[in-house]
């Protein structure tokens, strides 16, 4: 378990260091998929699978997904189709898919193993996680709603259309 | 199952945050008034001070494992809940007269109110954590309230990638102290402090760390590049509430920190310390004179005031203590007064930030000159202000501590600091020549100037009878 977890943890160093290096976003984005599955496993062998678990769901999954849509509505033209081919060169997925492979071959190593026994680690199971954020940590859990409310109302007036844009279109209109 | 061993009563004053912000989005969901979302913001911040002055004064518990109430805190959190009761006052004349949305606002603020609040009472990392958050994340919002304006954008973009910056610059800072102590509870890591007299590397790069997420938000040298640009784009009102409550929490956690695991006893974070006040009284008061514009003058003068009160934190103990409670008093009420004038004097298009703006304000508002003057000299420090009485206690607490060089810095500093207040009284005296086709056209309304008037008697009660202030301060520290 001990190389899983050395292994888990250099593949989650160097995709980082690729996704900060990269200039193409959808390039950095690969290389970012990869880095928090290499996270998931090291929370994993750490003694952590609902933290680990978490990681795949929310970021790898979610939040991977608002990056694209967010790269979606940037409206890119269609020069922009033709030189994404020509940028996605194997050159491009090869390093991201080498990595990945080293992460299936970790999984399947895992699951070939077994019992997860985490290195020098007590297990925590989502029982006790649950009991530790509803027994002393219950204020911590409420204020995160709180900080929640205070994200989704702020960009709720933030994300209006600004009305400056509607005075302009007036404007043409009587012309 | 030991669901629930937290005393409601004990966590009252942040519950009364929590009702009113939740009942203040309900009711816009159903009707939005101004005036009903403005009465239940006072309300709630009344309700929350008169709580604490009832019940919860000299009571000093722990929450486990989060907060912890004492005199401190509960002092401290009873100034930013007047704060903030201060700010909203001057916040409903300032967004009446602007075509944007106003209720959000409301919300925003009890919700920066209630992390800042957090910060005061916290003893634990993850609150600390939460409450930051929850202070940063209403300010994002707040500091570009106003889409209509270009600069709000900016300063509100600025703010909004540095400050995620800062936060993660602390979060990998409290997880190497975590991870060196073991222990995410102030008490917890005080023990491993004490077990270790030389500083140990992991905690070393953990406290540098935490020492950026700290610096940034309370604006010191060098992470302060940030706070004229903010301070300019911002809405007055939320300037004052970046420049008195996001900052005063954040001092007061500051202290408590150093204070539970005695850092001082580690050189090299005193200092640390020592050169960021040192810098930050300095390039604060030497940056303010080029300055034309009145919102960017009282950045940098928020910068240097962040080193005064820096050297409290380092002379330390009760003296330390009491010395930045009081001066945390002056400078909330002077900076809230002194953005408040600015809010004033401002109109629909612009903010009143130019210098020319405040030409010949005593022969048009003779009350609302005489009231920016007061402030300013407050600032200043000049006596018979309450600026004047905190800078005497800080020096007292300095000299107390033997720290000669940031003692003579402070009163050297604070020297050519009197250069560009009086720089502003004395353009307010000239004689405005001509109309000029930029001037405002502000709309005064009465609820300002009482507030304004208020604060402006506070600060020169304070200033000659500063012994009921100091007496309150006694009683809750002890």
């Known amino acids: 378990m001990q190389v899983a977890f050395y292994i888990a943890a250099l593949v989650a160093v160097i995709s980082t260091i690729m996704v900060i290096t990269r200039f193409n976003i959808i390039h950095a984005l690969l290389y970012l998929v990869v880095s928090f599955m290499a996270m998931a496993v090291v ?15 929310v970021y790898a999954g979610a939040i991977v997904v608002l990056i694209i849509f967010v790269i979606m509505m940037l409206n890119q033209k269609e020069e922009a189709v033709t030189q994404e081919k020509k940028w996605l060169t194997p050159m491009v997925y090869v390093g991201p898919a080498i990595l990945s492979a080293l992460m299936m071959g970790e999984l399947v190593y895992i699951i070939y193993v077994g019992e997860s026994h985490a290195v020098g680690q007590h297990v925590v199971d989502v029982k006790e996680l649950g009991k530790t954020l509803y027994g002393p940590y219950i204020l911590a859990v409420e204020l995160g709603g709180m900080l929640l409310m205070a994200g989704i109302v702020g960009a709720y007036h933030l994300g209006r259309q600004k009305k400056k844009v509607i005075h302009r279109f007036l404007k043409e209109k009587e012309d | 199952m030991e669901f629930s061993n937290i005393n409601i009563i004990d966590v009252l004053p942040g519950l009364f945050l929590v009702v009113a912000s939740v009942l203040a989005m309900i009711s816009i969901a ?7 979302i403005f009465v239940v913001t006072s309300t709630s911040l009344m309700g929350v001070f008169l ?60 919700l920066a109110t209630l992390g ?20 940063s994340i209403s300010l994002y919002a707040m ?36 991870s060196a102590s073991g222990s995410m509870d102030f008490t917890g890591i005080a023990k491993y402090v004490s077990a270790n007299p030389t500083l140990p590397l992991p905690m070393f790069a ?42 005063g ?26 050169c960021i006040a040192v810098a930050s009284m300095i390039a604060g008061n030497v940056l303010a004179i080029q300055q034309t514009n009145v919102k960017r003058i009282l950045a940098y003068s928020s910068i240097a005031h962040m080193g005064y009160i820096l050297v409290a934190f380092l002379a330390g103990g009760e003296l330390g203590e009491e010395a930045v409670s009081f001066y945390l008093v002056a400078y909330f009420l002077t900076n809230i007064g002194a953005f408040g004038v600015v809010a004033i004097l401002s109109d629909q298009d612009r903010d009143a930030e130019r210098l020319e703006d405040y030409q010949g304000l005593f022969w048009r508002h003779p009350k609302i000159a005489a009231v920016f003057t007061a402030m300013l000299l407050s600032l200043a420090g000049i006596p018979l202000t309450a600026g004047f009485l905190g800078k005497f206690y800080l020096i007292t607490s300095g000299v107390h501590a033997q720290l000669w060089w940031l003692v003579i810095v402070l009163v050297a500093s604070s020297v050519i600091g009197l250069y560009y207040y009086i720089r502003i009284i004395a353009m307010m005296f000239e004689k405005a020549e001509g109309s000029d086709e930029l001037a405002l056209h502000p709309r005064l309304y009465l609820i300002n100037l009482i507030t304004l008037l208020v604060l402006c008697a506070l600060i020169i009660y304070y200033g000659i009878y500063p012994q009921g202030l100091i007496e309150q301060i006694h009683n809750f520290l002890q």
């Open chain 2, 116 to 135: 800042s609040d957090i910060l005061v009472i916290s003893k634990h990392f993850v609150s600390l954590f939460l409450g930051l958050e929850i202070l």
């Open chain 2, 249 to 274: 929490g954040m001092v007061v956690l500051l202290v408590r920190f150093f204070d539970t695991i005695n850092g001082f006893q580690y050189p090299v974070l005193v200092l640390a310390f020592a």
């Open chain 2, 206 to 247: 953990g406290m540098c760390l935490m020492v950026v997420g700290i610096g940034f938000k309370l604006g010191v040298v060098p992470f302060h590049m940030w706070a004229p640009d903010v301070y300019e784009g911002a809405p007055a009102p939320v300037a004052a509430f970046i420049a008195s409550i996001s900052k």
């Open chain 2, 143 to 178: 500091v570009a309230y106003l889409r209509k304006r270009n600069k709000s954008d900016e300063a509100g973009l600025k703010y909004l990638i540095l400050a995620a910056f800062s936060s993660a610059f602390l979060l990998f800072g409290m997880a190497l102290v975590y």
């Open chain 2, 51 to 110: 709580f604490l002055i009832l019940y919860a004064s000299n009571h000093e518990f722990n929450v486990e494992p989060l907060f912890v109430i004492d005199g401190f805190g509960t002092f401290v959190t009873g100034l930013i809940v007047m704060s903030a009761l201060a700010v909203s006052l001057l916040s409903y004349a300032y967004f009446e007269q602007r075509e944007e949305r106003k209720e959000e606002y409301y919300i925003l603020l009890l």
């Open chain 1, 43 to 57: 929370f994993f062998i750490l003694g952590a699978p609902f933290a680990a678990a978490l990681e795949v769901i």
């Open chain 2, 30 to 36: 159903i009707k939005r008034n101004h005036i009903f």
